[in-house]
């Protein structure tokens, strides 16, 4: 009866999420939660749910989504100061099946990527030491406006989504006992 109970449950919140997410790309199959927005110049926008483990950089879900092979490729450029090594985004480019989406470097006015971070009123700017990208998070990254990104993740798709993924480890877990 549990057994039943459990996987009603988690088949509805996967079927809700499912449905709340259309158009979005899943990557990873951790416990905790995320998303990455990417709008690009051409008037493309991507959401990238991410399922992850630990906590990470801005630039390092970028990676991760990069490492998942759905289509985006992420280009940095180095720098240093005072013997420390850093990076910058200087371009994404997104393969969504049918089309190449792509802005790299630096054109003129706005025409560079800016990062904006969801808070409880909504995307905001960041342009100072980033926030790191853990359970929750929202990071967007838009090229070429200094306008916020075109989606915002729902609270509560992020909630089911971590519904359901603590649902799929506990099952994992369970298996793995038995």
Known sequence: MKSYMVGATLSAVLLCTQLSLAGSVFVGDGPNTGAVVV?????????????????????????????????????????EIEGVTSYYLDGLTYDDGTSMHSNIGYGYGENWWHFWVIGDDGWYFHNAAPPMFDAGSAHGWVY???????????????????????????????????
Request: charged share 15%; aromatic share 8%.
């Open 144 to 178: 070429g406006t200094a306008a916020p990104p075109s989606q915002v993740p729902e609270p509560t798709t992020l909630t089911l989504l971590a519904a359901a993924g603590a649902a799929v480890a506990l099952r994992r877990r369970k298996a793995k006992c038995a």
């Open 39 to 79: 709008d690009f110049q051409d008037g493309y926008s991507v959401k990238f749910i991410l399922g992850f483990t630990d906590p990470m950089s801005h630039t390092d879900a970028l990676l991760f989504i990069k490492d998942a092979n759905v289509g985006l490729t992420v280009h940095l450029n180095a720098y």
